[in-house]
């Protein structure tokens, strides 16, 4: 037989050869190690829910970690994963290096004290480093905090160490205010309201629930919480002392001298009600 036509038959074939040859490397799916991977304990996470997301017994994930009951979760930590996780799982987690590039330790590169702020009654977002020098932190919460009818006020500056706290708590997930300034009304002395005063807000902390946030505000120094069952709001507040209540129906009085006299959950909801167009 002819050398070359022996050799261009050769040539002839690797060539069909090659793109079958990639194209099979290409549909191999790469193998995930359990020990590339990590998860990264959520606000809401419990080891049952966990355990269920990755496919595994709830066992096996507590011995892997060490986790004795009642099997308490700290925000952020990782957790290493057992054996048995489905590939389809640890695709969707995080690497190692990933989860260490995240400056608050959980991967999802929130920066310690940046707050995305909601306003309820239209909308109206804003992203702000509260740890960021001069004054433009100060003026961009004054404006946006504004009264329903436009009004502005010095809002305490300890009032953003309190968002930013709750911001970097929670991952850096979004917190919508139903009211934040609100002028003086007859009836009641200014000193009385915290929210003439520029020191108050009532918020939810979306994605994460109500009773959490509550519980979370109460480990703050010298801050007050009220939490609203019936407006699902948690009312935040600056004093001397720390003091924590609940409310569960629309007036948040009860006779109370904890409670301050505009924890009103009907006030707070007409203040969140949408702007007339």
Do not use: K
């Amino acid at each position: 037989m002819n050398w070359e036509v022996v050799l261009l038959r050769a040539a002839v074939c690797a060539s069909l050869w090659a793109p079958v040859q990639a194209l099979a490397q290409r549909a191999a799916p790469v193998v995930v190690r359990v020990t590339d991977r990590v998860y990264v304990v959520r606000p809401g996470d419990s080891l049952q829910g966990i355990a269920g997301r990755l496919q595994v017994p709830p066992r096996e994930l507590a011995a892997r970690n060490g986790l004795n009951a009642p099997f308490s979760l700290r925000v952020g930590r990782r957790l290493r994963l057992p054996e048995g996780v489905p590939q389809e799982v640890l695709r969707t987690l995080p690497t190692r290096d990933e989860v260490s590039a995240g400056s608050d330790g959980t991967g999802t590169g929130h920066r310690p004290g940046v707050v995305t702020l909601v306003r309820q009654r239209d909308q109206a977002e804003t992203t702000t480093n509260f740890n960021a020098a001069g004054s433009a932190p100060r003026l961009r919460l004054e404006r946006w905090a504004q009264a329903r009818n436009g009004a502005q006020r010095v809002m305490h500056p300890r009032l953003r160490q309190v968002l930013a706290t709750l911001s970097d708590r929670f991952g850096g997930r979004r917190i919508v205010v139903l009211s934040g300034y609100r002028p003086h009304r007859g009836g009641r002395s200014t000193l009385q309201n915290h929210h003439a005063l520029g020191a108050a807000l009532d918020l939810r902390v979306e994605g994460v629930a109500t009773r959490q946030v509550y519980e979370f505000c109460q480990t703050l120094p010298r801050v007050g919480c009220g939490y609203a069952s019936g407006g699902n709001f948690v009312h935040v507040d600056l004093r001397a002392e720390a003091a924590h209540w609940t409310v569960t129906g629309r007036s948040g009085s009860r006779g109370d001298s904890n409670i301050p006299p505009e924890d009103d959950v009907a006030e707070v909801l007409a203040d969140a009600a949408p702007l007339d167009p």
